[in-house]
């Protein structure tokens, strides 16, 4: 089974500053998916920005970006410029890519929470 | 553009009691989850569902939750006798698969469901 390790509960950036926040995970399987998810405090969960493994280039969305290590099985994720906004819990998640029907579940991290300083 | 709904938003019950959580799906998706977060604590899987038939289930999706997709629009989780354990927010997701496109599975705002 794969596992998804947050180890950072709480990280806080000055805005307008950059954070990084890691992800690692465990899986013997060699093709899946990333993403981060965020959950401000009204708790709905909102994809923040998604990583094919195949893929060696990292993705981008424009203030945010992964640094995606497939050896090392790191998935973290850079806010740039942070805004009061980015204030919320942060998940990282894994999906695998074997099942024939596609329908594979995701595997979340505990999450950080991520606090903006004005 | 399209979203997940969820109803109702906040659900209070007694313990014992069943409860329906109901989700639309986003019209052309084609697979469907649940997952509940516990207070403070990680978003888990309960069941994916597809083709009318549940695909998978977690150790959680015990005999006490069903799921069904009564009228090609609704998505439900049925939970028959509550318990105190199950208070919890209980997320529905929808995905459409495309060997073209990177699947992401969307969720909905969630129902807070609480047992008293």
């Known amino acids: 089974a794969q596992t998804v390790t947050q180890s950072q509960p709480e990280m806080s950036v000055q805005e307008a500053e950059t954070v990084t926040l890691s992800c690692t995970y465990d899986?013997?399987?060699?093709?899946?998916?990333l993403f981060w998810y965020k959950q401000p405090p009204s708790r709905q969960m909102i994809l923040v920005i998604r990583q094919e493994a195949y893929k060696q280039q990292n993705a981008t969305e424009n203030r945010f970006s992964v640094n995606f290590q497939k050896a090392a099985k790191s998935f973290s994720l850079k806010i740039s410029d942070s805004q009061l906004g980015d204030a919320a819990m942060y998940f990282c998640?894994?999906?695998?890519?074997?099942?024939?029907?596609?329908?594979?579940?995701?595997?979340f991290g505990t999450g950080t929470r991520l606090t903006i300083i004005p | 553009e399209p979203e997940v709904t969820q109803t109702p938003s906040h659900q209070v019950t007694q313990m014992g009691q069943e409860v329906i959580l109901r989700c639309v799906p986003i019209s052309n998706h084609l697979y469907f989850y649940w997952y509940r977060q516990i207070l403070g604590q990680k978003v888990e899987f309960l069941v994916s569902f597809y083709n009318n038939e549940i695909s998978e289930k977690s150790e959680i999706f015990d005999d006490q939750f069903s799921v069904e997709r009564p009228d090609g629009s609704n998505f439900t989780l049925k939970i028959r006798s509550t318990k105190l354990e199950d208070s919890a927010m209980y997320f529905c997701?929808?995905?459409?698969?495309?060997?073209?496109?990177?699947?992401?599975?969307?969720f909905g705002p969630g129902t807070r469901l609480t047992v008293l």
């Open positions: 899986t013997s399987e060699s093709d899946y998916y």
């Open positions: 998640a894994y999906r695998s890519l074997l099942s024939n029907f596609g329908n594979e579940k995701l595997t």
């Open positions: 997701a929808s995905t459409f698969e495309d060997s073209s496109l990177l699947d992401t599975q969307y």
